[in-house]
């Protein structure tokens, strides 16, 4: 009769009859685990969320786009400074819809909801005036620097402001959510990469319609974006990008076919491939990762 | 066996403290008893510690001049050490390298270049390492690179083994439906030890209060987030329960802070950093050791704990499950409730008297000891040494394997690694070299170290 051998056991202590490079079947598999929190991605959820992608970049080309007219003298700036007066209404009046049906039961009262009109009128009349008591002087800022030094620096603030802009969305009502330093960061991109546009434009009603406009499409509308529902922002994402086709087309056909070729590949191209690297995800979680530690 | 030369390579090594530097020398040592001849090749510590040095029992230690960028562990690079190592390696005839920890860029480079003299590789890797962010993915690959072409590897505990064979490529993927992963033949388990002469328990002592020994480098690391969270419930479930916190960090002050906020000054003492000959007299003043660290390759302070008779109580992670037998150690999740039943647990064993802290000694002095662990080693380096040598063109076949990009790059490496050592051969040949010859008798070697 022969003497059973023990079962290996993954101890250290005791002195097994195995040699050190024994490993049995299956130990190493069943040890890690592949992928356990792997939710796959399917593709039309992520259209819907590049969406807010898209609709930046619609709004960073039709700004460029009423640029270049402002500075070809083809745009008249007060025609400019109206519409985007007539923007910043309606936006406001959206905003105050959506504050009033997004309202959670017993909000805010009427005395506070004065007092914050109030606040956003003096601050609105404030910045308006502020602006053009500067336009002058951003006119003459980098007036000193060449042109294709211009050119640059502002493709890079604008690239700078894609990169870190924040595309989320949040429908629930008075959530002032901290600003975030890319947030911010590219807030200040924007607005820098407009300032340093405006030097090359020729009057000082022109600086200052462009800085206004920049103003509210980089700070205020997407604010506005973020509050909008869904069915709303597949609207507003075709609405902006046909005006910024529409815009960019008379100044030259190349630079529009671009704008349509890079909207419709951020919307549809990247999602899709996004979906097709899934297939290479390889996460392995085993008894060796640093544990997190449970506090009350 | 027949004795062998043995070069150990590693950044880690006296004086600095720790447990991969106590490892290789206590190996050292006995190698060095069983009749090897053992040195070992480091980066030296400006201004004091340069050039060559011997340590007791005949350890000659190399100390060479590169610059350390963090904790000890120089820049990772692949031809600076060559002229080095080969010049030491011919002039002491070794046999065969083990290398020492995945961060230690010298043991790294050390296995790159051995081929070249005929010198066979060992590596060790002594921690555990993730798969995710950025630094590990580059060490990874870095390891893989490594361990593609090495004769064998040594890990320190089961789990240990799992991870470096799925981070350094160390299976090959069977042909079967479905694939399984075939592990390589020379990936050994072989444990750390330690000398418990150095851990004696102390006498026994009745009294009322039970003390709690916790001692680490108080860092995010070893979940003194899970301590600072438990103390105040066990101090006020227990009122016999006092606390002995070692060592130092950047998590102190929220120990203190905790302390502050309840009240609990009397209850919990705090020693500061603590020298390693110290260590056994802060263990006898306890009866219960509490570990929560949130990764453990394998834990040589709960061994040290449990060797000086305290019961332990320890985080289930890493490798820790696999040291202790289970009426010796009472485990816990990483989360607060559960840490705080498993003290529960072993408070009342202790107060209940079931734990005998000599038997518990004797038993770990048993399982863990130096000489079994450096036979085991003598038996892997047997191994190797009795294989062949792979080839320069199977070499090269190999590594091209690592990957589309990696491949050729630790190719092209790899032969440049060749050329430079086909130059260094013509400009500082062989001939003129001072070669070491030992003159002592390592009978006299043997005798004085049986003290260790």
């Known amino acids: 009769m022969s003497t059973k051998i023990p079962p290996w056991e993954k101890v250290l202590w005791k002195n097994q009859p195995y040699p050190d490079n024994y490993i049995p079947e299956g130990a190493l598999e069943s040890s890690l685990r592949k992928n356990p929190n792997f939710k796959p991605y399917t593709y039309w959820p992520l259209v819907h969320l590049s969406i807010a992608i898209t609709q930046h970049l619609a709004t960073i080309f039709i700004f460029l786009s009423v640029f270049v007219r402002l500075k070809d003298r083809s745009l008249d700036p007060r025609v400019l400074i109206s519409v985007s007066l007539g923007c910043f209404f309606v936006g406001y009046f959206v905003w105050e819809v959506l504050q009033y049906t997004q309202r959670s039961g017993g909000g805010s009262k009427h005395g506070s909801k004065r007092n914050e009109r109030v606040k956003t009128l003096k601050s609105s009349i404030l910045i308006f005036l502020a602006l053009m008591s500067l336009s002058p002087v951003l006119r003459t800022l980098s007036a000193a620097t060449s042109s294709d030094s211009i050119w640059a620096l502002s493709a890079c603030l604008f690239l700078l402001n894609i990169l870190l802009a924040d595309y989320g969305s949040s429908s629930s009502v008075a959530q002032v959510r901290p600003e975030r330093l890319t947030s911010v960061l590219s807030m200040n991109a924007a607005i820098s990469s407009s300032v340093v546009l405006a030097s090359r434009l020729s009057s000082d009603l022109a600086v200052f319609a462009l800085i206004q406009f920049s103003v509210q499409s980089f700070t205020l509308f997407p604010m506005l974006r973020r509050r909008l529902q869904v069915p709303m922002q597949a609207l507003l994402t075709f609405a902006l990008s046909i005006s910024s086709l529409i815009l960019a087309a008379p100044l030259s056909s190349t630079i529009a076919f671009l704008f349509l070729l890079v909207l419709l590949a951020i919307t549809f191209l990247a999602p899709a491939v996004l979906v097709w690297a899934q297939k290479y995800k390889n996460e392995i979680r085993g008894p060796w990762d640093v544990a997190v530690p449970k506090v009350n | ?452």
């Open chain 2, 1 to 452: 066996m027949e004795p062998i030369s043995i070069a150990m390579i590693a950044d880690f090594f006296h004086p600095d403290v720790g447990g991969v530097e106590g490892h290789i020398y206590m190996l050292s040592a006995n190698l060095i008893r069983m009749g090897h001849k053992v040195i070992v090749i480091t980066h030296s510590r400006p201004p004091d510690r340069v050039g060559i040095r011997w340590l007791l029992p005949g350890l000659k230690v190399y100390y060479l001049p590169f610059v350390t960028i963090a904790s000890g562990a120089t820049l990772p690079n692949f031809f600076t050490f060559l002229p080095y190592l080969r010049t030491i390696l011919i002039r002491e005839h070794v046999h065969l390298i083990h290398a020492h920890a995945s961060l230690s860029s010298l043991g790294h480079e050390g296995i790159l270049h051995s081929h070249l003299m005929g010198v066979r590789t060992v590596f060790t890797d002594h921690s555990l390492f993730g798969f995710e962010d950025a630094a590990s993915i580059l060490t990874n690959k870095l390891l893989a690179g490594t361990l593609r072409n090495v004769d064998a590897v040594i890990c320190v505990s089961h789990t240990g083994r799992e991870n470096t064979v799925l981070r350094g490529e160390l299976f090959e993927q069977s042909e079967d439906d479905p694939p399984r992963l075939v592990v390589s033949s020379n990936v050994y388990v072989i444990p750390n030890a330690l000398v418990s002469k150095r851990f004696q328990p102390g006498l026994l002592q009745k009294s009322d209060t039970i003390t709690i020994v916790v001692l680490s480098r108080l860092a995010y690391r070893k979940g003194i987030d899970l301590l600072v969270a438990t103390a105040p419930r066990i101090c006020a479930a227990f009122p016999n329960i006092r606390f002995l916190v070692g060592g130092d960090g950047p998590k102190l002050i929220d120990l203190l802070q905790m302390r502050e906020k309840y009240l609990l000054q009397d209850r919990i003492e705090l020693l500061g950093p603590i020298k390693h000959n110290d260590v056994r007299s802060v263990f006898i003043r306890g009866s219960i050791y509490m570990n929560t660290s949130l990764t453990e390759s394998f834990g040589i302070a709960i061994l040290e704990a449990a060797c000086a008779g305290l019961y332990v109580v320890s985080t289930r992670v890493g490798g820790v499950p696999e040291i202790l037998p289970e009426d010796m150690i009472s485990f816990a999740d990483p989360n607060e409730d559960d840490v705080f039943r498993a003290v529960s647990e072993a408070i009342s064993l202790v107060s209940a008297g079931k734990h005998d802290p000599i038997k518990a000694h004797e038993r770990v002095k048993r399982f863990y000891d130096w000489t079994q662990v450096a036979e085991r080693t003598e038996r892997v380096y047997h191994t190797v040494m009795k294989s062949e040598q792979r080839d320069l063109w199977d070499r090269i076949t190999r590594t091209m394997r690592l990957g589309r990009y990696a491949g050729p790059i630790y190719s092209i490496i790899l032969l440049v690694d060749c050329l430079f050592f086909l130059f260094l051969e013509w400009w500082m040949p062989r001939e003129d070299m001072d070669f070491v010859t030992h003159h002592w008798n390592h009978r006299r070697f043997a005798s004085a170290t049986r003290g260790l």
